[in-house]
């Protein structure tokens, strides 16, 4: 495959860029929203090129693990990582047990833009260094991406909310 499919998620939050830009890099802040429906749990959270994002997502009695590496930390502009969608207890990355074709890697970019006193967030996932059997599960997915992280914007939403509150 010559052209990799992206999911692409723009979405303008009513606080500013600052704030937003804090509620995902505040690793306080960020458990609150990223994987909604679950309990978030942050092992390591190291904001910086090269830096790791330990991650663990747990729904009952069973957990996700994941890892990301920071490429690019622009403050207040911009995010980009690679995402290890799966790794194994020691964070090495692995399969997806549920979906064994699903990348193992994926490119993350984040940007941040003013939009008056609101900001605009441009969320781009792509699969990294995937063979044809991941990129074509990973296009056979992106209609349906958008729901999860639609319901953890929301959730976001509200948590944005309540700190401007409290700054007022």
């Known amino acids: 495959m010559s052209e990799l499919p992206e999911y692409v998620l723009e979405r303008i939050f009513d606080a500013p860029r600052a ?3 804090r509620a995902w890099t505040d690793p306080e802040l960020l458990s609150n929203w990223y994987g909604p429906g679950v309990e978030t749990i942050i092992h390591k959270f190291d904001l910086k090129p090269g830096g790791e994002w330990l991650n663990e997502m747990k729904m009952g009695d069973n957990s996700m693990l994941s890892k990301v590496v920071f490429k690019e930390v622009a403050p207040l502009e911009r995010l980009v990582w690679h995402h290890h ?3 194994d207890s ?3 990355s692995v399969s997806n047990p549920k979906m064994p074709d699903w990348p193992r890697v ?3 970019t984040v940007t941040f833009v003013d939009e008056g006193s609101k900001t605009k967030v441009t969320l781009t996932w792509a699969p990294y260094e995937s063979s044809d059997a991941e ?3 990973f296009a056979g ?3 349906m991406m958008g729901k999860g992280w639609e319901s953890g914007y929301a959730i ?3 948590l ?3 700190l401007q509150a409290e700054n007022t």
């Open 141 to 143: 997915a992106v209609s």
């Open 156 to 158: 976001m939403d509200a």
């Open 160 to 162: 944005l909310a309540e």
């Open 90 to 92: 020691e964070w090495n």
């Open 85 to 87: 969608s799966s790794t």
């Open 135 to 137: 990129i074509a599960c």
């Open 106 to 108: 994926l490119l993350t």
């Open 19 to 21: 704030l937003v830009w």
